[in-house]
Nanobody, 127 residues
């Protein structure tokens, strides 16, 4: 059974930093796509960043230069380092996993290709 457990959310002031972690278990595929998605109140879910089993990353334009996705294969954990946080980054952040092709879909930001999701961790940025 695949489990994704997020942690690291919290409340910080604008300009601050947070690091989110996603601990994965039960996902036995050697090729995969892992990603971070977020959903703000009243808005649709959107993709933030993905990383595949080869370490190739993609970041949404809105977070480029501020957020960095990475992974520690030994710990089966994916991270999202978030710097220079803005109030508009406030959202529930979800970790997701799926087939490798999900990272390269033109609609990756929708998250529709991801088959497994965590329960989320809340990030609140105050101005």
């Amino acid at each position: 059974q695949v489990q994704l457990v997020e942690s690291g959310g919290g409340s910080v002031q604008a300009g601050g930093s947070l690091r989110l972690s996603c601990a994965a278990s039960g996902y036995t595929y050697s090729s995969y796509c892992m990603g971070w998605f977020r959903q703000a109140p009243g808005k649709e879910r959107e993709g933030v960043a993905t990383i595949d089993s080869d370490g190739t990353t993609t970041h949404a334009d809105s977070v480029k230069g501020r957020f960095t996705i990475s992974q520690d294969n030994a710990k089966n954990t994916v991270y999202l380092q978030m710097n220079s946080l803005k109030p508009e980054d406030t959202a529930m952040y979800y970790c997701a996993a799926g087939a490798l092709s999900s990272c390269y879909s033109g609609s990756w930001r929708s998250g529709h290709g991801m088959g497994y999701w965590g329960k989320g961790t809340l990030v609140t940025i105050s101005s």
